[in-house]
C-alpha cells in the first residue's frame, strides 16, 4: 500500500483538484503494476499560521509523507528515478502553482500489513493478479501464492 498524507494550506486543492491528484497518483502505481485500491491518499489541510519553515510561518508549503509497504524500491538509481517521478506527478497541483513542497517515503515492512484481515499476496503471485484484476482484497489459496511463470511452466498446471 502506498499511504500518502497531503498536508496542505486550507482552500488550496478544490474537491475536483483532490480527485484529480488522487487518480494521477494512483495510477503511477497502478503501473507497476499493483491493485488500486493499495493506494490511499488523505489530505489535511493547515490552517494558515500553523505551518513553519525554518522557524518561519510558511502558508504556501505542501508537505507530502507516503507509506509505502507493497513494494520497497531498490538502490539508489531506482530510488533517485522514482522520486523524481513523484516530482512530475504532482508538479501540476504544487510547482505549478508557486507552492513549495517536500516528499519522504517511509518503506514499512511487507509482512505487518494486511487488509479486511488477509495478507496481502506475494508480488506477481496469482492472488496478486487476481486482486489486481479484481480491485479489492480477498483470501486466497496457497497455490495463488505461487508466481505466475512457475504455474505457466510445462507440467506444473498438471500437478
Same mark, same amino acid.
Given at each position: 500500500?502506498? #499511504?500518502?498524507?497531503?498536508?496542505?494550506?486550507?482552500?488550496?486543492?478544490?474537491?475536483?483538484?483532490?480527485?484529480?491528484?488522487? %487518480?494521477?497518483?494512483?495510477?503511477?502505481?497502478?503501473?507497476?503494476?499493483?491493485? /488500486?485500491?493499495?493506494?490511499? *491518499?488523505?489530505? %489535511?489541510?493547515?490552517?494558515? $499560521?500553523?505551518?513553519?519553515?525554518?522557524?518561519?510561518?510558511?502558508?504556501?508549503?505542501?508537505?507530502?509523507?507516503?507509506?509505502?509497504?507493497?513494494?520497497?524500491?531498490?538502490?539508489?538509481? =531506482?530510488?533517485?528515478?522514482?522520486?523524481?517521478? #513523484?516530482? %512530475?506527478?504532482?508538479?501540476?497541483?504544487? /510547482? +505549478?502553482?508557486?507552492?513549495?513542497?517536500?516528499?519522504? *517515503? +517511509?518503506?514499512?515492512?511487507?509482512?505487518?500489513?494486511?487488509?479486511? $484481515?488477509?495478507?496481502?499476496?506475494?508480488?506477481?503471485?496469482?492472488?496478486?493478479?487476481?486482486?489486481? /484484476? %479484481? !480491485? /479489492?482484497?480477498?483470501?486466497?489459496? =496457497?497455490?495463488?501464492? #505461487?508466481?505466475? !511463470?512457475?504455474?505457466?511452466?510445462?507440467?506444473?498446471?498438471?500437478?
Amino acid at each position: 500500500m502506498p #499511504l500518502w498524507k497531503v498536508y496542505h494550506p486550507v482552500g488550496a486543492f478544490t474537491a475536483e483538484d483532490k480527485k484529480g491528484l488522487a %487518480e494521477r497518483i494512483t495510477s503511477v502505481y497502478a503501473s507497476v503494476p499493483i491493485p /488500486k485500491f493499495y493506494a490511499v *491518499i488523505i489530505f %489535511e489541510e493547515i490552517p494558515a $499560521g500553523s505551518c513553519f519553515v525554518g522557524g518561519e510561518a510558511h502558508d504556501k508549503f505542501v508537505r507530502f509523507r507516503i507509506d509505502q509497504i507493497a513494494r520497497t524500491i531498490p538502490g539508489p538509481i =531506482l530510488r533517485e528515478w522514482w522520486m523524481r517521478t #513523484l516530482d %512530475e506527478v504532482i508538479a501540476p497541483w504544487v /510547482k +505549478d502553482r508557486g507552492y513549495d513542497w517536500e516528499i519522504s *517515503i +517511509d518503506e514499512t515492512p511487507f509482512d505487518l500489513w494486511t487488509l479486511q $484481515g488477509e495478507p496481502p499476496p506475494p508480488f506477481e503471485s496469482v492472488g496478486e493478479k487476481r486482486w489486481v /484484476k %479484481e !480491485n /479489492k482484497a480477498s483470501p486466497y489459496s =496457497l497455490a495463488e501464492r #505461487l508466481p505466475v !511463470n512457475l504455474l505457466l511452466a510445462p507440467g506444473l498446471a498438471d500437478r
